[in-house]
Nanobody, 118 residues
Framework: QVEVVESGGGLVQPGGSLRLSCAVS??????????TNWYRQAPGKEREFVAY????????NYADSVKGRFTISKDNVKDTVDLQMNSLKPEDTAMYYC?????????WGQGTQVTVSS
């Protein structure tokens, strides 16, 4: 059983920063995912890709809307895949979801809310 849990969301002012974390467990044991994606969904909009990380190679990719502001990385101490979000804008407000691909299946978390507002 694969479980994906996101954390770190909250309310932040425009220009501020937040760091989201994605933790994966398999049958109750912490699992270090190879392929992890972050997506987001704003109210009334479709879910959109934000960033991915292939931990084995370090390959990353970002949506154009977040390039230069967001960074996806592996935290080897916490064994999480984190999304550092800087220079946040009101349009970054959304529910942020993490997913991981394991053995051909995609597993999603429940999401963490990010609200950027003054």
């Amino acid at each position: 059983q694969v479980e994906v849990v996101e954390s770190g969301g909250g309310l932040v002012q425009p220009g501020g920063s937040l760091r989201l974390s994605c933790a994966v467990s398999v049958s109750g044991f912490t699992f270090s995912p190879v392929h992890t994606n972050w997506y987001r969904q704003a109210p009334g909009k479709e879910r959109e890709f934000v960033a991915y990380l292939f931990s084995s190679s370090g390959a990353t990719n970002y949506a154009d809307s977040v390039k230069g502001r967001f960074t996806i990385s592996k935290d080897n101490v916490k064994d999480t895949v984190d999304l550092q979000m800087n220079s946040l804008k009101p349009e970054d407000t959304a529910m942020y979801y993490c997913n991981t691909v394991r053995l051909g299946n995609t597993y999603w978390g429940q999401g963490t809310q990010v609200t950027v507002s003054s």
